[in-house]
């Protein structure tokens, strides 16, 4: 199985208030354009967290360039490039939806929607597909 964490010195990197050049640059390296484009995600708020009551249920999701996408943190994506580049090429090993949410998280920069159960049905039926 694929790792899809990021390791305990990234994640030291992503909690500080301000990334410096060399953070950039390492991240940079190590997953290419796909840091900038979920760093990009990070900071204009497409990484939304939703918390469905009564059951307590959550749901991340990150609105990429053509829509939006259902990530399952450090497990699954709905979109095209999670399914083609990393399941089945296995080139990478995650795709930047992934990544934007676990940065979103460990910076606390996120969207909080509290919602209800009825209405996380809906959005899991649109949420299937895999387009």
């Known amino acids: 199985m694929i790792d899809m964490s990021l390791l305990p010195t990234e994640i030291k990197r992503l909690s500080k208030d301000e990334l410096t050049q060399d953070d950039i640059e390492y991240f940079r390296d190590k997953y290419e354009?796909?840091?900038?484009?979920?760093?990009?995600?990070?900071?204009?708020g497409r990484v939304i967290k939703y918390n469905f009551e009564p059951?307590?249920?959550?749901?991340?999701?990150?609105?990429?360039?053509?829509?939006?996408?259902l990530v399952i943190p450090q497990v699954f994506?709905?979109?095209?490039?999670?399914?083609?580049?990393?399941?089945?090429?296995?080139?990478?090993?995650?795709?930047?939806?992934?990544?934007?949410?676990?940065?979103?998280?460990?910076?606390?920069?996120?969207?909080?929607?509290?919602?209800?159960?009825?209405?996380?049905r809906k959005m899991s039926a649109e949420l299937r597909r895999t387009d």
């Open 33 to 44: 354009k796909r840091f900038i484009r979920a760093l990009r995600a990070v900071e204009e």
């Open 55 to 69: 059951s307590g249920t959550t749901k991340w999701i990150v609105r990429g360039q053509r829509r939006e996408y």
């Open 77 to 120: 994506c709905t979109c095209r490039s999670f399914y083609h580049s990393v399941v089945i090429d296995r080139e990478i090993s995650m795709c930047y939806h992934l990544l934007a949410q676990q940065i979103a998280e460990i910076r606390e920069q996120f969207k909080s929607i509290e919602s209800t159960d009825a209405e996380r």
